[in-house]
């Protein structure tokens, strides 16, 4: 006995494929506000990378006339570019090796001992994140035109400290919370000393958590604008400043291509580093 | 061999300690010295209140302003706040908390303060793409008939901005929240017959409300005591607090200066109560 | 072969009363394998902590060939030691783990691959040169961190309870590896657990370690059958004792009269027996006391009475075959004069 075509279809084949159909929308439907979200998280770079790339666009064309490069090259070779976008690298470089170096043994006492004052000390650390950058930098400019460090590199990487200390030190505190002397003491056994051990050992396993910490410094060196602008009193002018005194001036082509260049380097960095992320980190630094 | 490697925990912490300890001491230190009048780089600088009696008092070139500029501040800082707050809320419970999602989320947090208002002005200043656009499917002819959504009076682009910001955060900090809420007071609840509704009113927000309070107060105390944004995104009058201090800091007449850092230290006192008692709710 | 000398260790911590190890002496030598019994708590791990070097005694001393080592760093000292967990160094493959030690000396490479390869093949796992920790299984995982301990041809290995966290058949087979390469390396061991049937196993010698001092030292089967004191016998499991007056070849003791063996015996003493020589009977028989069941449990190899003796409660073991005595029953409880022994006090 054979069933007829449309019965056969109706029971054998139409049911799976409903199913399939409907999870299809319900995705889609799912999915469909967040087209919305997204638009709004990129729409700061779609409209650099409009304006980056533009030529002689004039109010009230919708797009630009002409697709070009031009603005790149010529704000890439602008020498006070190139200075900044130097300047930048070194300094982000600097205070991401030096808070890395100076935060390592403070987050290793943090996280693995128990000693009075804990408390105390962890408060200390924690200071820098909630006292406003403005006046940290109104104070520190005076006190660093007395000693002579207004407007140099090394002034600028002391006073990027304050910020990255405690972000470098709590994300490798984390780290050491969860750590296990034991691993150190077996080294120790096998005829490790201390500072092999420290190589050896003790860094690789805390490494995702310093490649961490290493992109906080990174990313919050490369943003400083208030800082870098109080101490570096109008000689260091970082990328951050540049682009903000091009934001105020006024060519939108200029200012996008700045901002492009400005977001390079810390996409790249974050890019590094992304197998160790896990979110919650880039959020920790708020 | 333990004792030397493992030494004593103070001296572990003395280089990172003494660095924050001095810079931020020194710099509060300082600020407070200039703005009571002392060390003002004038020939005669002595112990005066003058500055903090102007503030408060509404005298002088300062203290014309400051109220006006507090009331600003708080408006900018609050209205950011709470909508973000609410929106976060919504955005948290609509979104299934999947990867590309938090990836999505993450990266706005990545992505500088300065750099999002900068996009937002090239966007929505009245030359911006959204005016041409705008102007190409003929709502406006010119410019200046695009309404002034950045760069106007009442702090709105400085308010979307943050919010642009604030969001993901809050967001982001919510749905970790609730990802660690386990699955089993939500069925508890259900079983006991409450609807969707209810049981996100008296299961899911009450486990919400105090990581969203005190994030929200850190993003408060943020806004507050920040420069970049109202800087590149606010006009002449009314300005945020940040931006009116560093004025008078910059001011060539050096007594200003006094008056500068008393400002400053205004908005520490309240970005510090502010962040005490974000740190109080989170410890709940 | 090192010899290893432990005199009068003591180690007080901050905030105890007592000291966590109070005068331990021990003497290693042969290339033996000591066990270290005790119960948790006892020292244990502090022992070997001293021994190693993390922490420093507050007195005494440790010579490893009549020479005081407790001036050198931990990595100059020659004694390894190996967890309950492998701690294997889980960013390095099994050949750069148990390579370590040999790095650490500058040996050259291809004498490295060398030595790695001939330790692999004492443990038993060849070929696995290239795997990750995580890639092995827990008994796997502690021959390879053995391997790694032994490749620096130590002075003294020291065992803090390494089979503990393993599954019964793996730990068995562990059991007898570790034996055999000890013996074959004649490496002066000590082997510190809580598990009595595992230290007998393995070792030359037992030590009994309470309240930080050594109770009782000398061979398994010594110690098992007649354990010198109270303590220790309590602790090879031995429940039952006879402290009274001893006369001719008989005890008076509150539990009741029994003959001995020790006619000479004159005098207060204290007698005990261990439970599985303690034998049931329906009917009186010679040197049986009368006793009630009150308990008993089936432990597979054997049955476990609990009795009433004489205002005491003591445990017994008797073999299935000995037959089945009820819950209540009065019992008389044979304690057989060859199997009293003397303890001290």
């Known amino acids: 006995m054979t069933q007829d075509p449309l019965s056969a279809f109706e029971n054998n084949i139409a049911p799976p494929l409903k199913i399939r159909v409907l999870d299809f929308w319900g995705r889609l439907g799912g999915g469909l506000p967040r087209i919305p979200l997204y638009t709004l998280l990129a729409a700061p770079l779609g409209v650099f990378i409009l304006y980056a790339f533009s030529q002689g666009w004039f109010f009230p064309a919708p797009f630009p006339e002409t697709w070009t490069t031009s603005a790149f090259e010529r704000v890439l070779s602008d020498s006070r570019t190139l200075t900044s976008l130097r300047d930048s690298l070194m300094i982000a470089a600097a205070v991401s090796l030096l808070s890395l170096v100076i935060g390592f043994p403070a987050a290793r006492a943090l996280g693995l001992r128990q000693f009075r004052g804990r408390q105390a000390a962890w408060l200390l650390l924690y200071l820098p994140t909630v006292v406003p950058p403005l006046a940290i930098g109104m104070g520190l400019n005076i006190l660093f035109l007395q000693i002579g460090l207004a407007g140099s590199l090394h002034g600028i990487v002391l006073a990027h400290l304050v910020p990255t200390l405690p972000y470098v030190t709590f994300t490798l505190a984390g780290a050491f919370a969860r750590y296990d002397e034991a691993y150190e003491f077996q080294a120790w056994v096998l005829g490790a000393g201390a500072w092999r051990t420290l190589f050896t050992v003790t860094l690789p396993m805390i490494a995702p958590s310093l490649a961490v910490a290493a992109l906080f410094a990174f990313l919050i060196s490369w943003s400083q604008y208030l800082l870098t602008l109080l101490i570096g009193s109008g000689r260091v002018i970082t990328l951050p400043v540049l682009l903000f005194s091009a934001a105020s001036g006024g060519n939108p082509v200029t200012i996008a291509v700045l901002a492009l260049v400005f977001l390079a380097p810390p996409a790249l960095v974050i890019v590094a580093t992304a197998r160790h992320l896990h979110g919650g980190e880039i959020r920790e630094q708020y | ?284 | 072969m090192t010899q290893v000398n432990i005199t009068n260790l003591t180690k007080r911590y901050p905030n105890q009363p007592a000291p966590v190890l109070d005068n331990f002496s021990l003497f290693v030598e042969n290339g033996e394998m000591v066990a270290l019994l005790g119960p948790s708590g006892s020292g244990k791990s502090t022992l070997l902590k001293l021994i190693t070097g993390i922490e420093r005694p507050d007195t005494g001393d440790v010579q490893f060939d009549g020479v005081s080592i407790l001036n050198l760093p931990p990595s100059k000292r020659g004694a390894v030691f190996m967890f309950q967990k492998s701690y294997l160094f889980p960013f390095l493959s099994v050949e750069e783990n148990i390579g370590f030690g040999l790095k650490v000396k500058r040996t050259p490479r291809d004498e490295i691959c060398r030595e790695v390869g001939r330790m692999l093949e004492l443990i038993g796992l060849p070929g696995i040169e290239k795997r990750k920790p995580s890639q092995l299984s827990g008994g796997e995982q502690q021959r390879v961190a053995l391997a790694r301990a032994l490749v620096t041809h130590p002075k003294l290995l020291l065992l803090d309870e390494p089979l503990s966290s393993l599954d019964t058949e793996v730990r068995l087979g562990l059991q007898e590896a570790i034996r055999n390469i000890q013996q074959e390396l004649k490496i002066a061991t000590i082997f510190v657990t809580h598990d009595l049937g595992e230290a007998m196993a393995m070792s030359n010698r037992m030590a009994i370690l309470l309240n930080g001092r050594v109770a009782a030292l000398d061979q398994p089967n010594v110690l098992f059958h007649r354990p010198p004191c109270v303590e220790s016998a309590r602790f090879v499991g031995v429940n039952l004792f006879l402290s009274g007056e001893a006369a001719n070849g008989w005890l008076d003791s509150a539990v009741g009269r029994v003959k001995i063996r020790d006619a000479k015996k004159a005098g207060r003493g204290v007698f005990a027996i261990r439970p599985e020589h303690i034998r049931l009977f329906k009917e009186p028989k010679e040197n049986a006391l009368p006793g009630v069941v009150q308990g008993c449990l089936y432990r597979g190899e054997y049955m476990e009475y609990q009795l009433a003796l004489g205002g005491q409660t003591t445990r017994a073991r008797l073999p299935l075959s000995a037959g089945m005595f009820a819950h209540g029953e009065p019992v008389f409880v044979q304690l057989p004069a060859e199997n009293l022994f003397e303890v001290a006090g």
């Open chain 2, 1 to 284: 061999m333990r004792d030397r490697l493992i030494f004593s925990p103070w001296l572990a912490l003395a280089p990172a300690l003494t660095i924050i300890v001095l810079l931020l001491g020194a710099s509060l230190a300082y600020g407070l010295a200039q703005s009571l009048g002392l060390m003002s780089g004038l020939n005669e600088s002595s112990f005066s209140l003058r500055a903090y009696a102007d503030l408060f008092s509404g005298q002088g070139i300062a203290g014309r302003e400051f109220w006006g500029s507090l009331g600003f501040s708080l408006w900018v800082s609050l209205a950011s706040t709470l909508i973000s707050a609410f929106l976060a809320l919504l955005l948290a419970f609509w979104l299934s908390g999947s990867r590309f999602d938090t990836l999505a989320l993450n990266s706005n947090l990545a992505f500088p303060h300065l750099v999002w208002a900068i996009g937002l002005l090239l966007l929505l200043s009245q030359s911006g793409l959204l005016a041409r656009w705008a102007a190409s499917l003929g709502w406006i002819s010119m410019p200046a008939e695009f309404p002034v959504l950045v760069r106007d009076k009442y702090g709105f682009g400085i308010i979307l901005s943050y919010i642009g910001k604030e969001v993901p955060f809050l967001a982001l900090l919510i749905i970790s929240v609730l990802k660690t809420q386990p699955d089993g007071y939500n069925l508890v609840a259900e079983n006991l017959g409450a609807s969707r509704w209810q049981r996100i009113r008296y299961v899911t927000l009450p486990l919400v409300l105090p990581a969203l309070l005190s994030g929200s107060l850190l993003a408060f105390a943020f806004i507050f005591s920040s420069y970049e944004v109202p800087a590149l995104l606010g006009v002449n009058y009314p300005r945020m607090l940040p931006v009116l201090a560093l004025r008078f800091f910059n001011d060539p007449d050096l007594s200003a200066r006094a008056d500068g850092m008393a400002i400053s230290l205004v908005i520490t006192v309240i970005t510090l109560v502010v962040a005490w008692i974000s740190l109080r709710k989170g410890e709940q």
